[in-house]
């Protein structure tokens, strides 16, 4: 793809799952990628694989580090880094901060980086890993649902504020992903996402279509499409339904 060959490119949370498979999917394309992820031995291991640079740490953390491995040149950023945090309102502050810290303000902390830069030169492209459950819900993780709402909110407003100047933004939202985040969902996503989970390849391969086509929305499953049009169309109708979700949740031993 023209687009991203030869491109400098920084994917955090990549030491596996969603961010691995887009680490990987841009080195194949030809881009120059920056993998990044809390864990060194994760990080070096995608990085040797894909021959990219392996940058480990806090993904709020490694903006300049990650920039001056590319030769001071981010061409587009994937800010992929979550985490699942569930719980209910009860769940405890520290749960609360943290998943508003890396699921919203990590994103803002790498706009707030890269925008003077790509504004300069009328060109970037910011791509964030949402989640379904940042258009609807998730039931059982109050933490997870709220953020990723504001993950969703912050790339919306990116995107309409700057795509004039030359700024392209991604929201991906997929409902189930088969990686280790599903795996920290519990029952909850046993009953919601296992049954139309998919691979983290195939997340990578409808980021690169929704790219080609120059779309802001990216819908994995795309019958996402039809729950958010229902949501806004009948409220009322939708949260009774996803009451019926959260009692069976509750039946099946929550």
């Known amino acids: 793809m023209s687009s991203v060959q030869g491109a400098g490119v920084v994917v955090t949370g990549a030491g596996g799952g969603i961010g691995a498979a887009l680490a990987r999917r841009f080195a194949a394309e030809g881009a120059r990628v920056v993998v990044n992820d809390l864990d060194p031995g994760r990080t070096k291991a995608v990085a040797d694989e894909i021959g990219a640079t392996a940058v480990p740490g806090d ?8 920039r001056e491995a590319l030769g001071g040149r981010v061409d587009v950023w ?7 945090s569930p719980g209910d309102a009860f769940a405890d502050e520290e749960v609360w901060a943290a998943a508003w810290d890396v699921n919203v303000m990590a994103h803002v902390r790498a706009a707030r980086a ?8 009328g060109s970037g492209r910011f791509v964030s890993t949402v989640s379904a459950a940042g258009l609807l819900t998730m039931v059982g993780a109050a933490p997870y649902s709220v953020s990723k709402h504001g993950a969703y909110a912050f790339a919306e407003w990116l995107s ?5 100047r030359g700024i392209k933004v991604h929201a991906i939202c997929p409902q189930g992903v088969r990686t280790d985040m ?3 969902a519990g029952s909850a996503g046993e009953l919601v996402l296992a ?8 997340v990578a391969d409808a980021l690169f279509e929704g790219i080609e086509a120059d779309r802001f929305l990216i819908l994995p499953h795309p019958e996402v499409a039809d729950y958010y049009r229902a ?4 409220p009322e109708r939708w949260l009774g339904n996803m009451n019926h979700i959260q009692r069976k949740w509750e039946g099946a031993g929550a």
């Open 59 to 66: 993904a709020s953390a490694i903006v300049e580090e990650a």
């Open 78 to 84: 994937c800010a992929n880094a979550g985490l699942a």
């Open 114 to 121: 890269m925008l003077p830069d790509w504004l300069e030169r």
């Open 160 to 164: 309409l504020t700057y795509r004039h």
């Open 182 to 184: 599903l795996t920290a």
């Open 195 to 202: 049954p139309t989970a998919i691979e983290p390849e195939d």
């Open 231 to 234: 949501r806004a169309a009948d």
